[in-house]
């Protein structure tokens, strides 16, 4: 179809232009950090979350398309799919995912969300499926037009979709926003013309909106699945948890390990356990457990449950960090960087004083970050020990239990649908 090839053109132009923009930007941004750091120092962050109240007779919703990108923005889609098809039967739903959107009745397009496509070099390689999305969502938006688009996280790809929506006057919500604030902040003229942007953490909403867009803090997704507190003050177990990609765990767990064994040679007591949710990565991770002399027990079952067992931990920055902070684990967030290009973008260029979520929520360093090329077994251990402290240990958790019932409120899925069923349609 001609009008969807010129699309894909003219996305393809505008990547190019983006492209040969991306140095001086980035440089400028670089020199205005201190500005930006102290903007972000000055963020007002919202109240505590209401509980969700959904309405009892709710603006119909005839169609939608969901377009995400990898396995967790499907995660997060299909309790949003669950909810839309109770509240409104006979919608329906279509667009890019995965297996498991297929198997709660969604037409998918393009099977994006199974591909796995993590970093640059993996991006490059598929440019030619990602125009063959912008070519499908062109064809679909104007052929069979939508109440509206819900994209959801994801942003190389849904900043161009974002664009063709506005162009086609189709209205679109964008659930799981870009942290623009700590890196690219120039792409927020694409993201501020969404008919909603529904941010994770407080401050997005505040730094969104003072660029002119309409953003909302519905809650980080984590805390519709989040268990108890975790109340184990006399264990002597602690977690190592290396992330859930392959790079991250080849960077972080062998010096995860290292620290544990340091650990356990001034402490015979301490054990440890390695919980993982990936299946998929058991071969990878036991190569490197093979390779030191501790004992760790390795499980791929009941993550809460592993946790609702340990003491401290130390985990790799990420939503794995909140998750582990908002259950009340005093832990270390850990981050090796393996470049040293990447090492000095992150002394240098971001626009945060923090990477853990738990950190940025309370912004203060609740938790020690240890991050960089540089850090050591040595630096892990003497960030965890203080954590240990018996006269310190209940008052952290108190002060984790505080930061988790102000912004972890469950109730996520239904503050999106929410906002969804309160946009006027489409009529196109």
């Not at 938006?141 to 063709?164: C, E, F, S």
């Not at 809460?304 to 794995?320: E, F, I």
Request: aromatic share 8%.
């Amino acid at each position: 179809m001609l009008t969807a090839s010129c699309t894909v053109l003219r996305e393809f132009l505008y990547a190019l232009v983006e492209l040969a923009c991306a140095l001086p930007r980035h440089l400028l941004s670089l020199m205005m950090r201190k500005k930006r750091l102290q903007h972000f120092s000055q963020l007002a962050k919202l109240e505590a979350l209401d509980a969700a109240q959904l309405s009892d007779s709710p603006r119909p919703i005839h169609s939608v398309f969901i377009a995400v990108g990898d396995q967790s923005g499907q995660a997060h889609a299909l309790k949003l799919i669950r909810l839309l098809k109770q509240r409104h039967p006979g919608i329906k739903i279509r667009g890019f995912g995965g297996d498991q959107m297929q198997a709660q009745g969604v037409e998918v397009l393009l099977p994006l969300a199974d591909l796995n496509i993590m970093g640059f070099v993996d991006v490059i390689a598929r440019l030619p499926l990602f125009f063959k999305a912008i070519y499908h969502f062109t064809r679909e938006i104007k052929q069979r037009p939508p109440d509206m688009v819900l994209l959801i996280d994801y942003p190389g790809l849904n900043r161009h979709l974002l664009r063709i929506s506005r162009r086609n006057k189709v209205k679109v919500v964008n659930y799981i926003v870009p942290q623009l604030w700590a890196w690219a902040p120039w792409r927020v003229r694409d993201f501020k013309h969404a008919d909603a942007l529904l941010s994770i953490l407080p401050f997005e909403t505040s730094w969104y909106n003072s660029k002119g867009a309409d953003a909302h803090f519905v809650g980080h997704p984590i805390a519709d699945e989040l268990p108890g507190i975790n109340t184990n003050h006399d264990s002597n177990i602690i977690a190592i948890l290396p992330g859930s990609r392959k790079r991250e765990i080849r960077s972080n767990l062998p010096l995860m390990l290292e620290a544990a064994i340091k650990m356990k040679r001034a402490n015979p007591m301490l054990e440890f356990i390695l919980p993982h949710s990936r299946e998929s990565l058991r071969e990878l991770i036991q190569k490197i457990l093979n390779g030191y002399d501790l004992d760790v027990e390795l499980s791929f079952d009941n993550w809460h449950a592993q946790l609702a067992k340990v003491r401290a931990a130390w985990v790799v920055s990420g939503t794995a960090s909140l998750e582990v902070a908002a259950l009340g684990i005093p832990a270390v967030i850990v981050y090796k960087i393996d470049s040293i290009f990447g090492s000095w973008i992150a002394r240098n260029a971001l626009a945060v004083p923090f990477i853990g979520g738990i950190n940025l929520l309370a912004n203060e360093e609740v938790l020690p970050e240890v991050v960089g090329r540089d850090i050591s077994a040595d630096d892990l251990c003497n960030a965890l020990l203080p954590l240990l402290d018996e006269a310190r240990y209940p008052l952290l958790q108190q002060q984790l239990q505080d930061i988790r019932e102000r912004y972890l409120l469950p109730g996520v899925s239904q503050r999106v649908v929410e906002i969804i069923e309160n946009i006027e349609p489409n009529t196109i």
